[in-house]
């Protein structure tokens, strides 16, 4: 069984920082183009960021870029995002997602999901 597990997520206040860790259980994290997207209440999912297998290529939301980092520890099997200067826009649940080709990371071109992590931006 192939998983992607999200872990990371709760509650903090505009300004605040988390990061949120997608660890992969399964299969081999560094054959795979990873990307993180999220979706609010109301609203389509939506790409944030994604990073090829090698970590040498990144891409990132104009929303986002600038405040948030993904990385990769192939060796841990686990990728990263870090969230910086958060708003309450960035308030969703957030899914990591393995996919073939870094051309294709979008919301619709993905093999594996995971069940999401929540993120609340509140004062």
């Known amino acids: 069984q192939l998983q992607l597990v999200e872990s990371g997520g709760g509650l903090v206040q505009p300004g605040g920082s988390l990061r949120l860790s997608c660890a992969a259980s399964?299969?081999?994290?560094?054959?795979?183009?990873i990307g993180w997207f999220r979706q609010a209440p109301g609203k389509e999912r939506e790409r944030v960021s994604c990073?090829?297998?090698?970590?040498?290529?990144?891409n990132y939301a104009d929303s986002v870029k600038g405040r948030f980092t993904i990385s990769r520890d192939n060796a841990k099997n686990t990728v990263y995002l870090q969230m910086n200067s958060l708003k309450p826009e960035d308030t969703a649940v957030y899914y990591c997602a393995a996919g073939t080709w870094y051309i294709e990371c979008t919301k619709n071109g993905m093999n594996y999901w995971g069940k999401g992590t929540l993120v609340t931006v509140s004062s």
């Open positions: 990073i090829n297998n090698s970590g040498g290529s990144t």
């Open positions: 399964g299969f081999t994290l560094g054959r795979y183009v």
